[in-house]
DNA sequence: GTGGTCTAGACCACG
DNA sequence: GTGGTCTAGACCACT
């Protein structure tokens, strides 16, 4: 089961949402390892998207071993996750620090950061 | 007393770099209300960078009420930055607040973000 | 006695996997003259393959001149297989000629390559 | 000074011919850092080539760290290609290891190989 | 002018 | 049917 969205208004380019999309679709587990992707052709068609549009999207995907393509076959759900998930996560927190550390340089308190912080685990 | 740099290697658009450099400049005091930006022929000599995007920076902090200018003299600082710098903490928290949203859902825990934000008040 | 693996997942076409796999089976010994290759249907089960996929893979064996086909019978290595040993004996010297000239016109020196094979034969 | 040639003819993909076009170039010095490399709608015009395909090549030889693009300048030899030398030894390297294996397993000779690689030095 | 993205439509090899 | 490559032509933001 998958749940692919994107907004063709948006100024972050479509292919980069899809990257996005199936990313996070993989990383919070709605995507099995070896699950198909929806195929180039049938996903264009669903999202009224060009179909180079989706191809170039899953080709990042693969770039980033996220997605293992077979020409003739399909796309799938890379067989080991592990990395993907571990990548996601350190880049995550790595956000997190950089952002705190403007915080920081701003002079906003240590305080009322875990206060916004607290707030999502209530 | 200012500290204005860019990366023209960078793909973030030199023209918003610029806004950033001079907003977190304001933000973080190293600038002062009423202080005097450099000349837009002053700062493209010195960044060598075309007078035109810094114009378009100058031009884009204006908007946002971070410097005002005045016709044959300059840009300067706003004299009154406090809403600036309440606008930007609040943009930092709410970024932040996104962030650990996303890593909530992938199954990051609330201890591991804090942690790494203690790390930095260390 | 035969070893063919196929990769599935590889972005080489399932059949020059094949063709390769026994081509390198034969030239090693693994498979001797006349012997009997596994049969299209059988293979194909073992494989989970297609059979159309074999099939191929054996035309272009038998037209490499390293298999014959008896109808009615199935496929046997050839019984003088001296020749497919000299051509891909020729054709690996060829590929080392043509990868050492690529090396050397990268500033690769020859003491290095020379190590390099020296290390598999120790 | 440089020489980008493509053979449309060749079943190896044009994009693919470029990035080894222009990365073989930067190894062997032919293109220094920070060198521009000719526009992208410029070197479709003189290979008479669509635009479209020098973009993705440009784009992977970004991915891989051999060049860099900025939007509204240009793209330029990275400035710092020791990296790129280095892992173009190595996979040199590991190629020729990789064939070597293969001749060794076939029941090709050392002196044979060593042979071979001698007389491009010679 | 530049690089970057997108659409439309076509062709190919593979299974 | 699939993914992959290519062409033609358009639009965008940035310099």
Redesign the pocket.
Known sequence: MYRIIVD?KSRK????QLVESVKTSVVKGFMKPDEP?P????LAGELA?????I??A??EL?RQGIVY???????FVSSDIKEVKDAHKNEILSQIEELAEHAREGGISKEEIIDTINKLWR
Not at 39 to 42: L, T
Request: charged letters at 20%; aromatic letters at 8%.
């Open positions: 063709v380019p479509i292919y980069e992707l195929s180039v052709r049938q998207i060009n179909p180079n549009t191809q170039k899953y080709a693969e393509s077979v020409p003739g076959k399909g796309s």
